[in-house]
């Protein structure tokens, strides 16, 4: 038996797929879930931090992660977290996690 080995592509494609499906089932549904906002932003602008969460009503960020990457709702869907930094307001180098989808 030969398997067919997953490209990049194919995965982008595959996650694609399971994303349409799950902000398609929120948008007719008249309140999203956290979760459901978290994977639409993630899905618009490529990865979210703590600070656009914010923005959304997140506040727990982690924990919605958490709950995408474990509910067999969002299967298929796999977000991880990527280290990043900034210089704050304050001239101070700042670190702190990036989340996208992994490929």
Not at 27 to 46: F, H, M, T
Not at 67 to 77: E, S
């Amino acid at each position: 038996m030969v398997m067919k080995q997953m490209t990049i592509n194919d995965a982008m494609a595959e996650n694609e797929k399971a994303i349409n499906r799950i902000v398609g089932q929120a948008k007719r549904k008249k309140a999203r879930s956290q979760a459901d906002k978290v994977l639409e932003y993630i899905n618009r602008y490529g990865s979210i931090t703590q600070r656009d969460a914010n923005d959304l009503g997140v506040y727990r960020l982690a924990a919605r992660v958490f709950d995408i990457n474990n509910d067999p709702k969002y299967a298929g869907i796999h977000i991880i977290a990527e280290p990043d930094e900034a210089v704050n307001q304050d001239g101070e180098l700042v670190k702190f996690a990036r989340y996208r989808l992994a490929v």
